[in-house]
């Protein structure tokens, strides 16, 4: 008996590399099925990050063309501006061809007298205004606020605006 007990034992033994190898084989299968399940995982992502960073690039480059072709936009809108312009001082330089001296004279005074006459109107309605209150004891504050409100400030800043910024700016 014990001789049979010996050779199941050794047969036994034989197969017990294999058998733990079986296992050990079994154990590294699932630590490697771990590992590249977090491997996958981790591609997952860096590719969700990266498309991601992606959008972010895609927004960033969205943005720039919008901004360029607003930007495209206004020199369109100044190039017009200036062909008007040019189109404008071509139409008036075609006009004063074959006309007299005293004739474009008179053409070209024709915005700075009306300017002119409309702050002379002004200072006039102003000067009188202040005089009449003044003789009719009107207290300054009350003849100031009357004479100098919001609407007349709006009128001179317009005259002053329009005769000497139209100049300044259209040269």
């Known amino acids: 008996m014990l ?6 034992i050794s047969f036994l033994m034989g197969g017990l590399p294999k058998l733990l190898e079986f296992f050990q084989g079994r154990q590294d299968k699932a630590h490697e099925l771990a590992l590249a399940q977090l491997q996958i995982q981790r591609e997952l992502e860096m590719r969700k990050l990266g498309f991601e960073a992606q959008e972010r690039v895609e927004h960033i480059r969205s943005e720039q063309l919008a901004t360029e072709s607003a930007a495209n936009t206004q020199q369109v809108l100044i190039g017009a501006q200036q062909a008007e312009m040019q189109a404008i001082y071509a139409h008036d330089t075609a006009l004063n061809e074959g006309t007299s001296q005293w004739m474009k004279n008179l053409r070209a005074s024709v915005r700075p007298v009306i300017t002119y006459g409309f702050f002379l109107l002004l200072m006039f309605v102003d000067i009188a205004g202040f005089w009449y209150g003044y003789y009719m004891s009107v207290p300054f504050d009350d003849m100031l606020n009357m004479l100098w409100d919001s609407e007349t400030q709006a ?3 317009s005259i002053i605006a329009f ?4 100049r300044a ?3």
Do not use: D, P, R, Y
């Not at 001789?3 to 199941?8: E, I």
């Open 3 to 8: 001789t049979l007990l010996s050779t199941l």
């Open 155 to 157: 009128l001179f800043a």
């Open 163 to 166: 005769h000497f910024g139209g």
């Open 169 to 171: 700016f259209g040269k």
